[in-house]
């Protein structure tokens, strides 16, 4: 069968690339993968603004950097993706009356992989305001901010995998 060109994948800000290897699972050629950072960038800096959780929320997008590919192998769709991001968040103050405290997660390493068990890093005055046990209690407000990124990863992987389908 001749190839097919696929004219959507460049209207959706995927790239497309077919890699052959001479694998022994790989001899019919089943491996195609999808390069779709760019659509994956947008898609979170609009979706991870919106965040919150109880008492904290995500006020802005600072970095985002890494990539994201769909993968077909076998006929089976797989999200692979490396990426790294700082946001900057508000956590709700201590007392009624009380300022907001404000400050940053940082994830170094979001994989496909460890969605369910990546390191957040806190800095700012949620670390470093008030009195110990404000500094603990800031601490688990934000760090509650962790259900809501993972579903909106999990969120971006099965819309990158409908995205690349379509293309």
Not at 39 to 55: D, F, I, Q, R, Y
């Amino acid at each position: 069968f001749p190839p097919k060109s696929l004219p959507l994948h460049s209207r959706l800000g995927c790239s497309l690339s077919l890699t052959m290897s001479a694998s022994v699972w790989n001899k019919a050629g089943t491996w195609e993968e999808k390069n779709c950072s760019v659509w994956a960038k947008e898609h979170l800096n609009t979706v991870l603004p919106t965040l919150k959780s109880a008492n904290a929320y995500v006020a802005s997008v600072k970095a985002l950097e890494g990539h994201v590919h769909v993968l077909h192998v076998r006929g089976k769709a797989r999200v692979g993706m490396d990426l790294t991001f700082e946001l900057s968040i508000e956590v709700a103050a201590a007392d009624e009356g009380g300022e907001a405290v404000s400050g940053t997660i940082k994830v170094h390493e979001m994989s496909e992989t460890d969605l369910d068990d990546y390191d957040l890093e806190l800095s700012g005055k949620v670390r470093s305001v008030g009195t110990k046990a404000e500094q603990a209690e800031n601490k688990k407000k934000a760090l509650a901010l962790r259900d809501p990124l993972t579903a909106a990863f999990r969120s971006m992987m099965t819309a990158a995998i409908d995205r690349a389908d379509s293309a």
